[in-house]
T-cell receptor
Framework: GENVEQHPSTLSVQEGDSAVIKCTYSDSASNYFPWYKQELGKRPQLIIDIRSNVGEKKDQRIAVTLNKTAKHFSLHITETQPEDSAVYFCAAIPGGSQGNLIFGKGTKLSVKP | KAGVTQTPRYLIKTRGQQVTLSCSPISGHRSVSWYQQTPGQGLQFLFEYFSETQRNKGNFPGRFSGRQFSNSRSEMNVSTLELGDSALYLC????????????FGEGSRLTVL
């Protein structure tokens, strides 16, 4: 079945710096790759997603890139702010699946003022 | 529009007991997924229901079961509780799964003593 690996597990940056989180997946038929943000004590929320027919997608300070050949996708956050501090989860839907997301183990991002 | 509601929010059980958790999805959402969240393991998929039918099941033992009612509300049950079942159980709803945004509830935190 699908396996999603996420790195790094923790990431600490200074306010204003960029942060990059990388994920790899195993199922070449996977076609949907969302990113969820979970602030401390709160529920995960979708921040951006990308489908397999697109190589890059941006939304203000966040962007996601997808390399289907290498089977990896990355989250890029520019001009980080303290409110970006959270756990970020990448996910993928296995090919042929009808709805279940397989999540990576998460990256705890700390943005220091 | 009301969000995803999970009950109870907190509960403590002892080994060998069973527990039932409830999830009310956003109105109009027909897909309900359940995830187990533990430190270091991220979000692990339990099962997904759509129109009262289980469409997908994760790699959990048969002690974990679920169901969905005609109003899309869902319940999950864990029998013969083990210490390792202590976790945050998150429910998520979406319009129809299939790569759509998941809306998570706040979770039910289960502690097994």
């Amino acid at each position: 079945g699908e396996n999603v690996e996420q790195h790094p597990s923790t990431l600490s940056v200074q306010e204003g710096d960029s942060a990059v989180i990388k994920c790899t997946y195993s199922d070449s038929a996977s076609n949907y790759f969302p990113w969820y943000k979970q602030e401390l004590g709160k529920r995960p929320q979708l921040i951006i997603d990308i489908r397999s027919n697109v190589g890059e997608k941006k939304d203000q300070r966040i962007a996601v890139t997808l390399n289907k050949t290498a089977k990896h996708f990355s989250l890029h956050i520019t001009e980080t702010q303290p409110e970006d501090s959270a756990v970020y989860f990448c996910a993928a839907i296995p090919g042929g699946s009808q709805g279940n997301l397989i999540f990576g183990k998460g990256t705890k991002l700390s943005v220091k003022p | 529009k009301a969000g995803v509601t999970q009950t109870p929010r907190y509960l403590i059980k002892t080994r060998g007991q069973q527990v039932t958790l409830s999830c009310s999805p956003i109105s109009g959402h027909r897909s309900v997924s359940w995830y187990q969240q533990t430190p270091g393991q991220g979000l692990q998929f339990l099962f997904e229901y759509f129109s009262e039918t289980q469409r997908n099941k994760g790699n959990f033992p048969g002690r974990f079961s679920g169901r969905q009612f005609s109003n899309s509300r869902s319940e999950m049950n864990v029998s013969t509780l083990e210490l390792g079942d202590s976790a945050l159980y998150l429910c998520a709803s979406s319009v129809q799964g299939l790569g759509g945004e998941l809306f998570f509830g706040e979770g039910s935190r289960l502690t097994v003593l």
